[in-house]
């Protein structure tokens, strides 16, 4: 079947064709000397256009219901092309126009169509590329329009921009390269580009073959007039994509945001998007749809970071100035990742200015931050980017009031660097790094500090316009130390993870089909602890956890198919396989007890390379989505996701003591099935995005620990832990204004998360084996999000979020044991902390905005916590003889924090 065969919105394009080469039209054009010999009888006129195809090098456009019910009955004998088409169309209300000697329109009489324009939105004389002939053109269905979106100061791709060509209700978005494609019928379009804060542009492209066109987008004179959720503007985009659960974030945005001590955080930003939620200040980490902090894979440039927070959570590790754009996935997570059940954060690092040497950063009160870009060698290939962070708390807590923080002490820096070089059209290395380090001082005897580092490198070749291919390796390391110096017990306590992976990908572009393909393998290992004594005075007896590995391999693929124009899925299958293997020892336990250090009966050896334990299970996902209108759409998804290693705590949030654990003999791999379905509509031209998300997940092998459980430098921390089964369940709901002096978004999120350990043994189970709250079950979470960009220069933002108090296991009595109180506690987690809420302002002040300027500055001040509410960290309960247990809650932040911070660009 030959393109001609098309429905409606097709025709139009080739129509518009028609009318823009009208020119042509006015000189004596001739088809080929084409001379037909064929007989007709009752034939279809369809069928003959398709015989005379064959005859000859003409092609013939048309909308096929035109032709329905012409029958023709005709004899020719060495017949000119033209004539046979005139005694064809004879009796018909057809004519036939020739707009080029090799393409002739077939249509009704007085049939019109607009040209297309010659000036783009802002009147600038439109662009116009040729991609093939018309004497060559395809005879495909559709053909493929590829190509890159490069920023044109920073010389990198753009990511989030939508290309879209309105008059065939087509679009794409941009991917993390800047790469789109985007499959249209022959003819010629105009094709729009957008993102949000760079200016829009726009082609007409004649498009007679599959081709590229790469286009530069320059950035806008004037502030940016929208705070949006993500970087989407496709019309209907939010409607029309597959993917459901998943929101980008742009970094303009970010930054315009209300921060705490003047430092934008990607983290935080994060965090007011439904779904999302957090036990409060100061602890690490975030929960998404009621999962647990380690069930988050956060991404930096590839590379896993195993703890993504600066001092308890009060800041992120991510520099905001080296960010190119964060994507997370609560649902809908693609085949390619894997190894966490509640979400994926995709954060994506910048490349490098390739035309100049450029700098940015920004002083605050208690951090500043630099970055310098720009292009190595004469030749432009090679580009570079180094940011670097520095904290200097201490001179902030030494002017507190509190003895003990004022002889605390508090720091951290990062370091991100990022190198760049394009061989040639079909190749490109990238190769990035990351450095960052901690250090808490409570009071002057205990000391803690961490790190994290992280390397990668990753080589992209194009085999052709329909084939590209990665191949990527990355390192990982996340260590923890903490000291005690007082004399007596002079120790030192480490832990930490480390992780090396190599991950080879396959991406093919067959015309309605985007397949991607690939496998990973990743070793991991794990030091549980080690102590040691650090002066010979010390009463500290070391100890040493053996160190654990293990061995994660997968292999996937997917297929974003689209099926009709209205209804298309992404279908993907991921295949995982873990060993934890030797050298290593496992314990045997006496049958029928519970696992306990005297119930030991034997120790199992195992030798270097020797499989210990092994899992393996596929993990399907699907994800479809059916357009009701052009409006609205309906979206349905399933996922399956397999968690090898678990973060062992009995606290709510990332602690430094906590520890990363391999699965094992008896630790099994926690395993999730999501189901989701959404409702999705656009109000007032696109102005407004609502949307309904429900969802549902089971889970195998929920992790939660015993009571009285010691997990610290212990050698059988199985024994300790307890696996039930997990259920997360709730709605959310997104409302988002997107144009006008006023914009943001409001959400609620219903969410319940709940956890269940049943045994035989009752002391291997919790709350007598019912249904129970995990500690990061909060029912209630409503944000508000609003940007008042009163003039070109000065935006006011602010963010109120509020949310159910999280669970908390509190004593309902008392009893006296040799004069001591000890405390009874109710059943775990049935009661609940003070529920939480706050408000953040921020005032943006713009310096100016010049197009040739060579320094830009912007001033941010920002109140967090206004009102000073006092949020609940946590609840503390005081025990006195013949009284009710009294109730007293730690608060963190609990009054208003002003900040200043100026931001620059150079």
Not at 62 to 85: G, H
Not at 641 to 655: A, D, E, F, K, P
Not at 777 to 791: G, R, S
Not at 802 to 829: C, F, V
Request: glycine share 8%; proline share 5%.
């Amino acid at each position: 079947m030959t393109q001609h065969y098309m429905r409606f919105p097709y025709l139009a394009s080739l129509i518009a064709c028609l009318l823009a080469f009208l020119p042509l039209l006015a000189t004596a054009q001739t088809t080929p000397d084409s001379l037909i010999t064929a007989r007709y009888d009752q034939a279809p006129l369809q069928t003959i256009l398709n015989d005379l195809e064959k005859k000859s090098p003409v092609r013939f456009y048309y909308q096929s219901q035109w032709l329905s019910d012409i029958k023709v009955t005709a004899s020719f004998d060495r017949t000119p092309l033209p004539e046979v088409l005139r005694k064809s169309l004879e009796g018909t209300t057809l004519e036939f126009i020739q707009y080029h000697p090799y393409a002739v329109v077939i249509k009704p009489a007085g049939f019109v169509q607009p040209v297309l324009a010659t000036k783009d939105s802002q009147g600038r004389p439109l662009n116009r590329v040729q991609i093939g002939s018309p004497q060559n053109a395809s005879r495909a269905a559709k053909v493929t329009l590829r190509g890159r979106l490069v920023n044109a100061k920073t010389n990198e791709g753009v990511a989030g921009a939508t290309v879209a060509v309105e008059a065939m209700k087509a679009g794409a978005m941009s991917d993390a390269e800047g790469n789109y494609e985007i499959s249209l019928p022959v003819g010629e379009h105009l094709v729009s580009y957008r993102v949000v804060g760079l200016m829009s542009e726009e082609r007409i492209v004649a498009l007679y073959n599959s081709g590229k066109v790469d286009v530069t987008l320059y950035e806008n004179a004037v502030a940016l007039r929208e705070v949006q959720i993500n970087s989407e503007r496709l019309t209907d985009q939010n409607v029309n994509s597959i993917e459901m659960g998943v929101n980008k974030l742009d970094m303009g945005v970010v930054r315009k945001m209300p921060s705490f001590m003047g430092e934008a955080d990607v983290v935080k930003a994060v965090m007011l998007l439904p779904g999302v939620s957090s036990v409060g200040e100061g602890s690490g980490g975030f929960n998404v749809r009621g999962g647990s902090t380690d069930q988050n894979l956060v991404l930096m440039g590839g590379v896993p970071v195993y703890n993504p927070s600066h001092l308890f959570g009060f800041f992120s590790v991510f520099n905001p100035d080296a960010v190119q754009d964060v994507t997370l996935y609560r649902g809908g997570i693609p085949a390619q990742f894997g190894g966490r059940l509640s979400s994926v954060l995709d954060v994506k690092q910048k490349e490098g200015n390739k035309n100049k040497l450029t700098g940015k950063g920004a002083l605050g009160p208690v951090t500043s931050r630099l970055v310098l870009e720009g292009p190595l060698g004469a030749d432009k290939k090679t580009t570079f980017l180094v940011a670097g962070r520095v904290s200097y708390l201490d001179w902030f807590l030494k002017r507190l009031k509190d003895e003990e923080l004022r002889r605390s002490s508090a720091s951290f820096y990062d370091i991100t660097a990022q190198v760049n070089h394009q061989f040639g059209e079909k190749d490109k290395l990238a190769i990035g790094g990351y450095f960052s380090k901690d250090a808490f001082g409570f009071t002057e005897d205990s000391l803690y500090n961490w790190q994290n580092i992280g390397a990668s490198i990753k080589h992209t070749h194009t085999f052709s316009e329909k084939l590209v291919g990665t191949l990527s390796g990355v390192v990982s390391k996340y260590s923890f130390e903490s000291k005690d110096e007082l004399e007596a017990r002079a120790s030192s306590f480490k832990n930490g993870i480390w992780s090396v992976e190599v991950k080879p990908e396959l991406t093919y572009y067959a015309g309605r089909h985007v397949i991607t393909a690939g496998f990973q393998g990743t070793r991991y290992e794990f030091q549980p602890g080690i102590l040691t004594a650090t002066s010979e005075e010390s009463s500290v007896n070391g100890s040493a956890l053996p160190y654990q590995q293990s061995l994660e391999g997968a292999v996937y693929l997917s297929d974003e198919f689209t099926i009709t124009p209205r209804l298309s899925l992404i279908a993907g299958l991921r295949f995982s396989t873990f060993w934890n293997v030797g050298p290593g020892q496992v314990y045997v336990y006496a049958p029928g007890e519970p696992k306990r250090i005297r119930t030991i009966t034997d120790t199992l050896h195992y030798e270097a390379g020797q499989t210990i334990a092994k899992y393996s299970g596929p993990e399907p996902r699907v994800s479809l989505k059916f357009n009701i209108t052009e409006n609205s759409s309906i979206k349905a998804g399933y996922q399956r996701m397999r968690q090898y290693i678990h973060l062992v705590s009995s606290t709510v949030g990332i602690s430094p003591i906590d520890f990363w654990q391999t699965s094992n003999t008896y630790i099994k791999p926690q395993v999730g099935d999501q189901y989701s379905l959404g409702y999705f509509h656009n109000l007032l031209d696109n102005a407004l995005e609502f949307s309904v998300e429900g969802y549902y997940k089971d889970i195998q092998n929920m992790l939660d620990y015993k009571e009285g459980a010691d997990l610290w430098l212990n050698p059988a921390v199985e024994a300790d832990l307890l696996a039930g089964k997990g259920r997360t369940y709730g709605a959310e709901v997104l409302l988002s204004k997107k144009s006008g002096k006023v914009t943001g978004w409001t959400s609620y999120t219903y969410a319940r998360s709940l956890i269940q350990v049943a045994s035989d043994n009752p002391e291997e189970e919790i709350n007598r084996g019912e249904w129970y709250s995990s500690n990061h079950d909060k029912p209630h979470t409503f944000n508000l999000v609003t940007a008042w960009q009163m003039n070109r220069r000065v935006a006011l933002t602010s963010n109120f979020t509020y949310s159910t108090g999280r669970p908390t296991t509190a004593p309902i009595g008392h009893y006296l044991n040799e004069g001591r109180i000890i405390p009874i506690y109710g059943p775990r987690n049935q009661a609940r902390i003070p529920d939480y809420h706050r408000l953040d302002l921020s005032l943006t002040i713009e310096t100016n905005h010049k197009k040739d300027k060579k320094w830009e500055g912007r001033w941010n001040l920002s109140v967090n916590n206004v009102y000073g509410r006092k949020n609940a960290y946590s609840v503390f309960y005081k025990h006195e003889r013949y009284s009710v247990p009294k109730p007293y809650k730690l608060s963190v932040v609990g009054i208003p924090l002003p900040s200043i911070s100026y931001e620059f660009k150079f």
